[in-house]
């Protein structure tokens, strides 16, 4: 008898599964889902060998909760294992039994779903960025499954959990009915920055029905609108811009017309009624971050000419917020902007000075220690093609990257009114 190994036919078995678990691309250790086994089942892999393939992990570190699956049992994913088991040409029977041993091993993962909630609660509470931004990369790989454990908890006291919760439904992205209607009311949170992360939230999970539903809510007089208004600002939907002006123009509460300045930036809204409702909000007499906001607006985001003008008679005209509502001057190429930003570079308030001085930086690609050097610098641009030109009034966004200017110029950016 040749010198042969006999390998008994359990062995077999084990070694033919690990066999077809790599040859339809799941690596040995790795993760099952319910993506991975309808793919098995519609390429003609048998129930037997899917059912092995769903034992116990014999390195239980491989996984928190010690398995090698991750499985979804809502009535969704229940129907699609029946639709790949029509195409793989699976009898009733074989589906009816994968269903049940799915929700089976679902339902014993509740436990643990619901302890990685309670965990990451306590992690928000603490905010840490690097364990918040570890957990969150944790419920991420959970998926939609773990969204049912999050949505109980949307009602926490803490604004730190309700907003980490949110951040987390954003993420996943499961844009169900009831997610969604979640998402949007968490717009209206008593929390400022619970408000901002829904904003930044639902712009992964609503269509162009629900931003309707979003602008139709701006008519409301006795919801907090700085949420929506953020939110549409995210989403770009144009047909935002004309109730956004309205609620810039008439809305008395400041939040909301902050919030509506920034989205209307956001939007890229050069419309006549809204840049001249921006230019005045630059003007206004009461807030100072609705004054910076639209500021911003106008110069970053529009590069409206006029933006200077405005911005500098504000300036004169009050003294709160002086230092920051001239930085959105970096981003117009104006010259009588860059001789007044020199004589705030001797301002005796040391903020000022300080945000003149970087202004002129990002503004000019260049560096002075005084405002007598910075003269000097200045008489030279005068005389440069890129500056005499008016039709191109932006400073170019490369130079401003260059200099450390800020680089945020979507969905990253969050209005003053929701910091």
């Not at 549409?232 to 935002?240: D, E, K, Q």
């Not at 001797?346 to 000022?352: A, F, G, K, S």
């Not at 005389?383 to 009034?393: A, M, N, V």
Request: glycine share 6%; aromatic share 4%; proline share 3%.
């Amino acid at each position: 008898m040749s010198p042969l190994v006999y390998v008994s036919r359990g062995m077999c078995c084990v070694i033919a599964t690990a066999a077809m678990t790599v040859a339809l691309g799941a690596s040995a250790g790795e993760v099952l889902d319910n993506t991975k086994v309808n793919n098995m089942i519609k390429k003609g892999v048998s129930l037997d060998v899917i059912l092995k393939l769903m034992e116990p992990s014999v390195d239980p570190s491989s996984r928190v909760q010690g398995t090698t699956f991750r499985f979804d049992a809502s009535s969704e994913a229940i129907i699609s294992i029946q639709e790949a088991a029509n195409e793989g040409k699976w009898t009733k029977e074989d589906a009816a039994t994968l269903q049940k041993k799915i929700t089976e091993l679902a339902k014993k993962d509740e436990k643990l779903l619901k302890e990685l909630v309670d965990r990451a609660l306590n992690i928000f509470d603490n905010a840490d960025p690097n364990e918040y931004e570890l957990m969150m990369r944790t419920i991420s790989r959970e998926g939609k499954r773990i969204i049912p454990y999050l949505l109980v908890k949307t009602s926490e006291e803490s604004e730190r959990k309700r907003g980490g919760i949110i951040d987390a439904i954003g993420r996943i992205g499961d844009k169900s009915e009831n997610v969604v209607r979640e998402a949007t009311n968490m717009l209206f949170d008593r929390s400022k920055p619970v408000r901002a992360q829904a904003a930044k939230a639902v712009v992964t999970l609503i269509d162009d029905t629900t931003a309707k539903e979003l602008i139709g809510r701006l008519n409301s007089r006795t919801e907090k609108l700085d949420g929506v208004a953020t939110a549409l600002g995210y989403l770009g939907n144009m047909a935002a811009v004309e109730p956004l002006t309205k609620l810039l123009k008439n809305s008395g509460d400041s939040d909301t017309r902050i919030c509506a300045a920034f989205a209307l930036g956001e939007l890229r809204a050069k419309n006549k009624e809204t840049v001249e409702a921006l230019l005045s909000a630059i003007l206004d007499e009461h807030d100072e971050k609705l004054r910076e906001t639209a500021a911003t607006a106008v110069a970053a985001k529009l590069g409206d000419k006029r933006a200077p003008g405005h911005i500098i008679q504000a300036f004169h005209r009050y003294r709160t917020g002086r230092a920051e509502l001239i930085k959105p001057l970096s981003y117009i190429k104006d010259l009588a902007a860059l001789d007044f930003l020199v004589e705030q570079v001797e301002n005796d308030d040391p903020r000022v000075k300080k945000a003149a001085h970087e202004t002129l930086v990002l503004l000019t690609g260049e560096d002075a220690k005084d405002s007598e050097e910075w003269r000097g610098i200045i008489t030279v641009i005068r005389g440069r093609p890129d500056w005499i030109q008016t039709h191109s009034p932006r400073v170019p966004d490369a130079k401003r990257d260059r200099e450390g200017a800020l680089r945020n110029d979507g969905n990253e950016t969050t209005p003053t009114a929701l910091r």
